[in-house]
């Protein structure tokens, strides 16, 4: 029996012990984005410490801050950097995740209590199950396995664990730039395991993610909200303008309006076009999951397409207008509307904040109003990309097809990880994305589960691919 086949039987023996260590850390409600819970969030920075000092790890608790969160100066949540190994003739991986989750009730329509992990069905349901807890958890515990095995780790490890990410990762940012010629100093690669499979049954790799820039998008009229009966039809109403901007962002087949926003985007070669073949993707399966067939593409590829590589633009809500149920007959003084744009190679934030802000002054001057309309951006997050054909990836990829028999799906996806392309900047290394979940886990969601399998598997990938990168020339970088 090889190596790695002695792992992967152990962890085999262990999965109960495994589930019932996960339902452990699922008990701990660490909801960031609540002042209540953040004695909770730092519990769970601290039960990860504990764990991983009791194996052998050295780790280092590094204090981000402070934030404002409801009304309250609160700590930001423990930064835990650690190493496993410090052999100089060894590679080292560093790896990264998050110990925070998303909120959760029981009247959401959870169909059990989100923070007690429930099997059903060979599902694991809980919050926080699938995002991120049962990834980084999958860490510790291939770890643990190979010690209890008595297997060498064949890489030196180091870890980052965050407390913010359901939060904006408040803080982050500012300890990896800090860290990175200390802590993270000798790191060769990087994995992240907190994006899910394209499907449910193949597993997949991801080597891009779409940037996102966000706006307000402001109109201010008369002093005071106005009675409709008495000023209707005399004044110039701020919700009026706004709908009239808001729908000249994009068309109803998600064509963004903008003039010279698809200027910068990078064509598609041959090469991207023959990475769409053989994925595990259909429309079928997609409407399933949207309860309703709202596609806007015919083709597979296409829909891919606009959700991996092209620029979107989506409309989030409105501020300041009525919302409540029942009937107000309000003219609102001033309206904020909130949309998004979601960046790709090799669109530059800067420039499409001057584009954005250009069209929407240029369209409100045609109406002639005399309100006042303010473009305000509150975000710009940048877009990642990597070849698929880096050794780090390539690593991946044999780790995937010796645990699951299958070669991995390449993908690419529609959503933002920031710390992604913090990490790459900043140490210069490549980064690999390596899910555990499937693409039907509900992370954010009621009912969020990891499925069991996926778990169990998914630790055996995180040990194979560590023992592939050990075995991979690195220098060897297409």
């Not at 509150?378 to 390539?394: E, I, L, Q, V």
Request: with cysteine; charged share 25%.
């Amino acid at each position: 029996m090889s190596t790695v086949e002695k792992y992967f039987d152990l962890v085999d023996q262990s999965q109960q012990q495994f589930i019932e260590t996960l339902r452990e850390i699922v008990a701990i409600p660490s909801v960031s984005s609540d002042a209540s819970r953040r004695g909770d969030v730092v519990r769970m920075g601290e039960w990860l410490q504990a764990r991983w000092e009791a194996v052998g790890a050295v780790c280092k608790r590094v204090e981000p801050g402070k934030q404002q969160l409801q009304g309250e100066e609160l700590d930001l949540p423990p930064v835990i950097l650690g190493q496993y190994g410090n052999d100089p003739n060894k590679k080292t991986v560093l790896v990264y995740g998050h110990y925070d989750v998303q909120p959760a009730l029981l009247e959401d329509g959870w169909e059990t209590d989100p923070f007690t992990l429930v099997e059903k069905e060979d599902k694991l349901v809980g919050r926080g199950s699938t995002d991120d807890k049962g990834p980084v958890l999958g860490w510790l515990l291939c770890v643990e396995t190979h010690k209890q095995a008595g297997i060498e780790l064949p890489v030196n490890l180091k870890f980052c664990w965050e407390g913010m990410e359901e939060s904006g990762s408040e803080g982050l940012d500012a300890v990896i730039v800090a860290e990175a010629d200390k802590w993270f100093k000798g790191t060769d690669v990087v994995c992240i395991s907190d994006n899910y499979w394209l499907g449910t049954k193949k597993p997949c790799l991801t080597h891009g993610l779409r940037g996102v820039s966000y706006f307000h998008l402001q109109v201010e009229g008369p002093g005071a909200d106005l009675h409709s009966g008495v000023f209707g039809g005399t004044v110039h109403e701020p919700m009026v303008d706004l709908v009239h901007l808001l729908a000249k962002l994009v068309d109803n087949k998600g064509r963004i309006q903008v003039p010279g926003i698809y200027d910068q985007v990078m064509p598609v070669t041959d090469d991207e076009e023959r990475t769409y073949e053989g994925l595990e993707f259909s429309h079928s399966a997609l409407a399933s999951d949207l309860k309703r067939d709202v596609i806007i593409h015919g083709e597979e590829r296409d829909t891919l397409k606009h959700r991996w590589r092209f620029p979107t633009l989506s409309i989030h809500g409105v501020e300041g207008a009525f919302y409540s149920p029942g009937d107000k007959t309000v003219i609102p003084s001033r309206v904020r509307g909130k949309f998004s744009l979601r960046t790709v190679p090799n669109m530059e934030p800067e420039k499409v904040a001057q584009l954005v802000t250009r069209y929407l002054e240029d369209e409100f001057a045609k109406l002639n109003s005399k309100n006042k309309m303010t473009v305000i951006e509150t975000h710009a997050g940048r877009w990642w990309y990597s070849s698929p054909d880096h050794p780090n990836f390539k690593a991946g990829a044999r780790a995937t097809e010796k645990v699951y028999g299958v070669k991995p799906d390449l993908t690419r996806e529609g959503g933002s990880i920031p710390v992604t392309l913090t990490f790459e900047e900043n140490l210069g290394v490549n980064v690999l994305l390596l899910p555990m979940g499937a693409a039907d886990d509900g992370a954010h969601s009621i009912n969020e589960k990891i499925d069991k399998r996926n778990f169990i598997q998914g630790i055996k990938l995180l040990g194979a691919y560590l023992h592939e990168v050990a075995e991979t020339d690195m220098a060897a970088a297409a």
